[in-house]
């Protein structure tokens, strides 16, 4: 894409974001890597345990929960989210589906929360995906209370865990 078409897109930039396939991948011991270790970066890696990665990325599974086809509930489930964890809100979209269920996603500073819902089986599917200083762990209690359930499960990914090499994390 040229620059013009990204301006088109809405994709600012002003964020130095690149055209796909311009840098490879970042090599453990290059430049690009030594500036995502520097501490005055801010990139809102996140630093922790020897690691350097981009994100804590939650899958979190709803189970048993009860409101999962109410639109207003969901939203205000994400904004309780979005508070709880200390993330920063731009905008949010649902969608409801006929007879039942709802999609939707909050796009975060930080990244995202999205849904996608059953309700007719009590099931919800959430990923919560922070970056920085925000605490997405924080968002299951949320969830929990939002929905009227214990019954949750939790698997949790870090993103771009390994693009810097932990030897180069813990220097």
Not at 14 to 34: L, R, Y
Not at 82 to 103: D, M, N, R, Y
Not at 112 to 121: C, D, K, L, R, Y
């Amino acid at each position: 894409m040229k620059d013009a078409d990204l301006f088109q897109l809405g994709i600012g930039l002003e964020t130095g974001a690149h055209e796909e396939g311009s840098h490879g991948p970042i090599a453990a011991n290059s430049n690009i890597a030594c500036e995502l270790l520097d501490e005055d970066r801010h990139d809102h890696f996140i630093r922790r345990d020897g690691k350097v990665f981009a994100g804590t990325h939650l899958i979190i599974e709803v189970m048993d929960g009860h409101g999962l086809d109410d639109e207003a509930r969901i939203q205000k489930a994400f904004r309780d989210c979005v508070e709880e964890c200390g993330a920063t809100l731009l905008h949010i979209h649902t969608h409801k589906f006929s007879p039942q269920g709802v999609s939707g996603v909050a796009v975060l500073s930080e990244s995202h929360i999205s849904v996608h819902t059953w309700p007719e089986i009590g099931y919800g599917a959430f990923d919560v995906f922070m970056c920085g200083d925000a605490q997405p762990w924080k968002a299951v209690d949320v969830l929990k209370a939002a929905f009227g359930t214990e019954n949750v499960r939790v698997k949790e990914l870090l993103r771009g865990d390994g693009i810097v090499g932990s030897e180069e994390a813990a220097a």
